[in-house]
C-alpha cells in the first residue's frame, strides 16, 4: 500500500515545470538533497557513499541560510536532508530545518535516528513534511552488525521514533514519521518483526527497498544479491496494512534490479533535482560527486542562480547528452522512473490522440 508514490514518481504533478523544460526553458530543480555534514556516527555495510570518506565537514550555516532563501525564491520546492553523512550531526540543523520551511521550501529527513532525541524533535517536527529513519535490521544484534555500531544504538532509535510520534500526536503536526529497511540476507528473517515494533509505536509507514550498487562505492558484498529470493515476503507483509501504517515493499523496484533493463537512452532528469555535498559543492547527481562533468559549482563562490545559469551547468548537460550512456549508471538510481516518464514525453508512442 503506497499512498506517498514512494516507488513510483510524483512529476506528474510539477506540469507547468515540466512543459517548459519540454519547450528547452531554463527551469530550476523542484527537488533537492543537501548533506549538512560529511560526518557519520555508523558505518553501514551497504553505504553507498563511504567512497567520500566520511569527511568532518560540514555546512557553513550563514551562507547556507543565504541561499536557502533565494533558492526558495528561484523555485525549489522541496529538500531532503541526507548525504553522505547523518544530518543530525550538524550542530544547527534545526534552525537550518526552520529556515528552509520558512523559505517556502518543503522539508524532509533521511536520517539512523540515533540523535534524534526528544529535544531536537521538539524543535522540528512541527517544520519537516516526513521524517524517514533508516533501521536495518529488527534485533538490536542484527542492527549492529549491518550499521557497524553498538546494538543499544537500536533501543535508542525506537524510542527516538517514539518520542517524535508523541510530539508529532500532542501538537496535531502533519509530519509524516516512517522508517525504511534495506532487504539483506541477513535481516529478511527479522522484517515482520520489525514491522509489529514500529505499528506499536505509531508509524506511518516502512518501506521494504532493495539494495543498489554505487559505481564508486568501496563496498560491494551486495552486488549479486538477487531479490526474486525474496518477492514472497510481499503478500506476508500486505497483512500488516492498515488505515493508519503502511507496508511499503518495493516489488517493481526489486524487480528491476534483477533484470538491471532500463527503457530510455538519455538521462533527462537532472534539470528538475541537484545536489549539494557538505563542502557546498553543487552537483547534477549524486552518484557522480568528485567527477568534475557533473559539478556545477559552489555556493561559497556564487549564487545559487550563478551556478544554475552558468557556463559549467550549460557544459555538464551538454555532456550528459552527447556521452552519457544510461545502462551504464545505478541501477534503481533515485531519478529512474522519472527518466522512464520523461522519454515517453520526448519519445510517445503512436496514436497519442486516442487518450
Known sequence: MDKYKIDSHKLIYHINRVNNWLENKNIYPIYMEVSPTGSCNHRCLFCGLDFVGYQNRSLDTKIFKDRLTEMGQLGVKSIMYAGEGEPFLHRDIDSIIRHTKNSGIDVAI?????????????????????????????????????????????????????????????????????????????????????VQLLSDIGLNYLVVKPYSQHSQSNTDIYKDIKYSDYLYLAEELSRFNTSDFSVIFRIKTMEKWDVKRRTYLKCYALPFWSYIDASGNVWGCSVYIGKEEFLYGNIYEESFHEIWKGNKRKKSLLWLDNELNPQSCRINCRMDEINTYLWSLKNPPEHVNFI
Open 110 to 194: 533521511t536520517t539512523n535516528g540515533v540523535l534524534m532525541n526528544s529535544s531536537i524533535s521538539e524543535k522540528i517536527v512541527g517544520y519537516v513534511d516526513w521524517i524517514k529513519v533508516s533501521i536495518n535490521g529488527g534485533t538490536n544484534q542484527t542492527y549492529a552488525k549491518i550499521h557497524q555500531t553498538k546494538p543499544s544504538d537500536f533501543d535508542k532509535v525506537i524510542l527516538n521514533m517514539s518520542d517524535a510520534i508523541k510530539i508529532k500526536n500532542n501538537n496535531r503536526y502533519r509530519c509524516t514519521i516512517g522508517a525504511q529497511i534495506l532487504l539483506l540476507p541477513e535481516n529478511k528473517d527479522e522484517i515482520v518483526l520489525l
